[in-house]
């Protein structure tokens, strides 16, 4: 019973993201309204992280599966893609160096902010 609580809780977050994405006029996905809510409420202390955990985890743990198909439509569309592969590289190396220094640096700051507090 837990468990579907804590997926009732998820769900109505993700619809609450897919409702704010066809009120407001932005360009942003109805995951990243829902992403930004669950952050919101968490960092509120509306919903607690023990309230979500163990389903929190299972779709951490399950999220690799989720990725084949995508995977699998990249390799058969292979020959739309061999026309630019040398961007299609040289972007995806650009755009993971720059997420490791954001991330990076995000981290940083969350543990200097973790410091201050503490003193």
Known sequence: M???VQMGIIA?????????????????PASV??????????MLKVIKL???QETADFFLLIMPILFIS???SLITSMDLMKGNI?????????STI???????????CIICRKKKRKE
């Open 2 to 4: 837990k468990y579907v």
């Open 12 to 28: 109505g977050i993700s619809f609450a993201g897919e409702l704010l994405y066809m009120l407001l006029p932005l360009p942003v």
């Open 33 to 42: 309204y829902g992403l930004l809510l669950l952050f919101a409420l968490l």
């Open 50 to 52: 023990e309230q979500i």
């Open 70 to 72: 995508p995977s699998v």
């Open 86 to 94: 040398l961007a299609i590289i040289l972007m995806t190396f650009l």
């Open 98 to 108: 720059v997420v490791t220094i954001v991330t990076g640096l995000v981290s940083q």
